[in-house]
């Protein structure tokens, strides 16, 4: 029987193993912190140019490029309500050097779909809950309804006759419409889009009447007589359009279905990177002019913890599935 190694040259090899070992992980080290990003960034919009998410999206790529002196670059990845971009990401290498930014439907694609190209839970990381603010309920400005009580009664005396766009099955748009039917009792007819700028292009020109919109691509057509506001989703009214009442006026009391914008990453991103991410992020998002921007656009910074994000993932997730499961929504890949 060949004779063991002595114990010097055992130690010597396990300190070789140990040193290429960590050669090989150089993400884990202290120092990478200190060199990231060490190169171009990508940002995945799992949703058409145009909308509300890819509007967010670059307002924060813009400014990362600035401070990082790093390209960050936009990459719009739309299908099967934001889960072919979500899934590009959760399988990307997890150097920290790609990021996905979802709007709050992400939380639902859980309870839409039995199958996802990925496990939200195991295969993505939280970064930040970056900001969240209202949708709008509008309308074309030649359909009749003036208010929500009004669209209420028009509804209910034309059951089935009132078509109603979303940016595609079992995104808050949709959410925000099946919750809406559930608590009238009015039956409307669902027309998806793939994505928001499709949807809007067809509102706009009065192909569909109705559309629960993204507040931040809402509110420049509302100020030009494009379209018609009817009513906010959030409790209360939102502070850019005063004048805009919540759907709890209308009697639909404990209606709330707010938009937020996340950032995730791959799972296995170092700490180090994601830490760094959300303080870059979070240091932007309460510069004086961006808050300004969002204010204006209608939403409120939030800029939270990887912790606080993923705490309140798992509540909107479970509050999502529940309407999902009521109105019976089933996702298509």
Sequence with gaps: MPSSAPPTKSRALRAARLLALVAGLPCSLPGFAQVYPSGPVRILVPFTPGGGTDI????????????????V??????????????????KSPPDGHTALIVPAGYAGNPGLYKRLPYDHTRDLAPVSWLASGPLVLVVHPSFPART??????????????VDFGSSGPGTLPHLSAELFIAMTGVKMVHVPYRGA???AVDLLSGRIPLYFMNILQSIQFVKAGKLRALAVTT?????????????????????????WYGLLVPAATPRAAVLKLNAEV??????????????????TVVASTPEQFADFLARETQKFTKVIEAAGIKGTM
């Design 148 to 161: 929500t009580k009004e669209l209420i009664a028009f509804a209910r005396a034309r059951p089935g006759d």
């Design 56 to 71: 967010f999206a670059r307002l924060i790529a813009h400014k990362l490029a600035e401070s990082w002196g790093q390209p």
């Design 197 to 199: 700028g499709a949807a």
């Design 235 to 259: 409790p209360r009214r939102s502070p850019i359009a005063p004048e805009v009442p919540a759907l709890a006026e209308a009697g639909l009391r404990g209606y709330d279905m707010t938009n």
């Design 282 to 299: 979070t240091r932007i998002l309460k510069l004086p002019d961006t808050e300004k921007r969002l204010a204006a656009d209608g939403m």
């Design 73 to 90: 670059v936009i990459e719009n990845r739309p299908g099967a309500s934001g889960t072919v971009g979500t899934a590009v990401v959760a």
